[in-house]
């Protein structure tokens, strides 16, 4: 498969790539290890030198968990720049987060430094870029905890080794509606040593049809290898979701398209909107932009406005309207969008 | 209450009236009177008079019903142009029908002559006027049963009298909505003497919250009398309507608008309709005109559209095309016409 091919048969499905590295500082206990005394001036240090290593490298503003409110946490978490995790830790959660969002770097977290990049498509090579660019320059400024035998030491040991885990958010609708999805997704779990979860990690159901495919062996890999074996399984996993296409679109044509069009009206016309109804309705719509049956030719403005209007960010960008008026700021929201898009 | 105000409150409620009058021929057995020996000469003679008294009244196409196939005949049952019973009359029925479809005269349905005039919205007199004028020219034509102290004498002793049914054409969706439909409707019953059907006659259910109001009583009434009855109670309903659609707008204004908005929108896209579901979303968005929620102005193209998309009225229309392809027709039909309206 060529390149072209490749791009063809991943560009809508790949929603976002991600990679992520898990970093601890020497002599400083875990985040989590509560009964261990952490010496002030080694903490400080941490803090400061995680902040200089993206000094100079990205734009960037640092946020401490205890000065946001919980509207603007549960924001992040939606924009995938933290995790549930750190939104939690009130005590000495923090962010380095890049202004346009595509770098952020979760201060204990579980682990002390936690570096992401993630990248719109399918591009795991530059995310993984971007981080180590960042985690070259933490290692110059800090003492990073590393072992010779078991590589980056992690506060949980699934992480050990090269405390990486890359991922991509896909998007599976025809798999999911042939039923296929869970026979799928099981033989990457075993084949590949991979996991899957919902769009919000670990736990979170599989909203809107989207997946996190990710690997789970960290040790003993490289991370080119991991890599490598993320974009085999990500290509293999379109190319089944493409083939369930192809007989969903044989086997009941008209109702599919009946069911897109249907979606792509109501998300047209209706006046309100619940979050949970939005993310059924554009993962039709997009299904329908795949198979070319809409006046619209992209997706990503589709997964923008998922985004933008789930809950907490809605909340944000309506300076906190009654949640009774949320869902028809929602609608109206939508419907300029789709407008602007078609 | 003046006639602007009038106007103003039954304009969109009232789809049609109608008046209605049964004859019979003297000296002719009823047609549904199976035993007795018909004189030919004198069923020609009937059959002809008939005919007589609509030539250079009104341009008409006389059908017998042996010569129309099952689509044929439906489709005019659909458009309230002739009854089921004559629809099955395949011996003798026959209709006298008015190219613009306003007069029609059923021959043998349960009576020699039902002469019947439709009018748009709410004009039961212009109706009477113009049956009349038939009805006259019948009786210089031929020997109409009547007698001094029963008046007009028909198969059914419930037509004696006047032989006339007047009836109105109701929409009366937000009453139904509020579920008062039964006690507004059974008040009328007792109160004035009506009764109340669906929109294809007896016992029919109601479909798109169209309701038929027409009088019961035919004996001991003059027919200016039976009209003014009607166009009292007419009136009330439209009033009860009204009622209950503030109370619903009052009550349920964001639901019901989201309602609305959604209908529309899906018969703007939907790539495939079913007839009972267009019912149900035409009365939607006919509400939602009527509530001015929608970027139209008018219900009439949309009472229109249902008659056009009943099932034999779109087989004729699209030269027979498979069942199959019908809801997709419809579809199609909808989005046109709903495009041409805005």
Chains 1, 2 share one sequence.
Do not use: W
């Not at 830790?89 to 979760?106: F, P, Y």
């Amino acid at each position: 498969m060529d390149n072209k091919e490749t791009y063809e048969l991943t560009r809508f499905n790949v929603i976002s790539s991600r990679i992520r590295l898990a970093r601890n500082i020497e002599g400083l206990p875990f985040p989590n290890c509560k009964s261990a005394s952490v010496n002030r001036g080694k903490f400080l240090a941490f803090m400061k030198g995680a902040e200089n290593a993206a000094k100079g490298l990205f734009d960037y503003n640092f946020f401490f968990m205890k000065n946001l409110n919980a509207t603007e946490k549960l924001a992040m978490v939606e924009r995938h720049l933290i995790s549930p995790a750190l939104q939690n830790n009130s005590a000495t959660g923090a962010v380095i987060l890049e202004k346009t969002e595509g770098m952020s770097v979760m201060l204990n977290e579980e682990d002390h430094v936690r570096e992401q990049c993630v990248q719109e498509g399918f591009n795991l090579p530059l995310a993984y870029k971007r981080v180590s660019r960042y985690d070259d320059r933490l290692m110059d400024e800090l003492p990073v905890a590393y072992d010779d035998r078991l590589g980056f030491l992690t506060a949980c040991p699934t992480n050990l080794g090269t405390g990486m885990r890359a991922s991509t958010m896909l998007f599976l609708p025809a798999l999911k509606l042939a039923g296929a999805i869970e026979t799928a997704l099981s033989k990457f779990v075993n084949d590949y040593g991979l996991t899957v979860r919902g769009v919000y990690g670990e736990g979170s159901s599989a909203l809107g049809d989207m997946y996190q495919l990710s690997n789970t062996r960290t040790l003993g890999e490289t991370e080119e290898n991991i890599i490598e074996i993320m974009e085999r399984a990500t290509v293999e996993m379109c190319l089944h979701e493409s083939r369930a296409r192809e007989k969903l679109a044989h086997k009941s044509g008209a109702e599919l398209y009946d069911k897109v069009c249907r979606s792509y009206g109501v998300l047209l016309n209706a006046y309100m909107l619940t979050s949970a109804e939005l993310m059924t309705l554009i993962s039709d719509v997009k299904l329908g932009v795949i198979l070319n049956i809409l006046p619209l030719k992209d997706t990503k403005p589709l997964d923008k406005l998922l985004v933008l209007c789930s809950a907490a960010n809605l909340t944000l960008a309506t300076k906190g309207c009654a949640p009774a008026q949320r869902d028809i700021v929602r609608a109206q929201l939508v419907k300029g969008i789709l407008k602007e898009t078609k």
